[in-house]
């Protein structure tokens, strides 16, 4: 079955440490992004990737980082740096070209204790 | 200052009859549309979307409806059931490779037994 798999479900962190969000889809997909929703928000874009070994920030990218070594997977580091880390993040994919609609895995939700 | 905007937060509607979720853009450069539903602790899935070139898309009993010259989008679903309440998105993107998604806020929809 193809699709993008998230995980953990649920993750904790204590303050001050740096956390490490997993992504990975296997519908041969060229563009991954990654989103951040906070309760009564909308999806905000924090990091995308086109292709291997290219990543642009999104709107609020601060506090995190990316890497894509792989098509298939995109990992978000969350960093200390983030002040508001506790939110429910979710990934996506899409073919990047004309028409495209993203595929969202079942996202991560993330606790700062 | 937000790009997709989505006003109303809620919305109920009874089952059996027509919701209507609306949506509204300031960037007359987006070219294609996607409406997604949430539910809670949940991946958004994809329902349904429409490019520029078309005023209407149809799938089964969702219908998107485009009006450029006002930049305003609808999603109609009908007849509502149980199942419809969730949260949904409206989501725009430029229609050219390498481009991301720009996510409305939501909006929430109840359908009353």
């Known amino acids: 079955d193809g699709g993008i798999t998230q995980s953990p479900k649920y993750l904790f962190r204590k303050e001050g440490q740096n956390v490490t969000l997993s992504c990975e889809q296997n519908?041969?997909?060229?563009?991954m992004y990654w989103y951040r929703q906070d309760p009564g928000q909308g999806l905000r874009l924090i990091y995308y990737?086109?292709?291997?070994?290219?990543?642009q920030k999104g709107d609020i990218a601060e506090g995190y980082s990316v890497s894509r070594e792989k098509k298939e997977s995109f990992p978000l580091t969350v960093t200390s740096a983030q002040k508001n880390p506790t939110a429910f993040y979710l990934c996506?994919?899409?073919?990047?070209?004309?028409?495209?609609?993203?595929?969202f895995g079942q996202g991560t939700r993330l606790t700062v204790v | 200052d937000q790009q997709v905007k989505q006003n109303s937060p809620s919305l109920s509607v009874q089952e059996g009859r027509i919701s209507i979720l609306n949506c509204d853009y300031t960037?007359?450069?987006?070219?294609?549309f996607l409406w997604y539903k949430k539910y809670p602790a949940e991946g958004p899935t994809f329902l349904i979307s429409?490019?520029?070139?078309?005023d209407k898309n149809e799938d089964g009993r969702f219908t998107v409806f485009l009006n450029k010259s006002a930049k305003h989008l609808s999603l109609h679903i009908v007849p509502s059931q149980p199942g419809d309440s969730a949260v949904y998105f409206c989501?725009?993107?430029?229609?050219?490779?390498?481009?991301?998604?720009?996510f409305g806020p939501g909006t929430r929809l109840s359908v009353l037994p």
């Open positions: 960037n007359s450069m987006f070219d294609y």
């Open positions: 990737s086109q292709i291997v070994n290219d990543f």
């Open positions: 989501a725009a993107r430029f229609d050219n490779y390498g481009q991301n998604f720009v």
């Open positions: 519908l041969n997909h060229d563009a």
């Open positions: 996506a994919s899409s073919i990047g070209g004309f028409g495209a609609e993203a595929f």
């Open positions: 429409i490019s520029s070139i078309k």
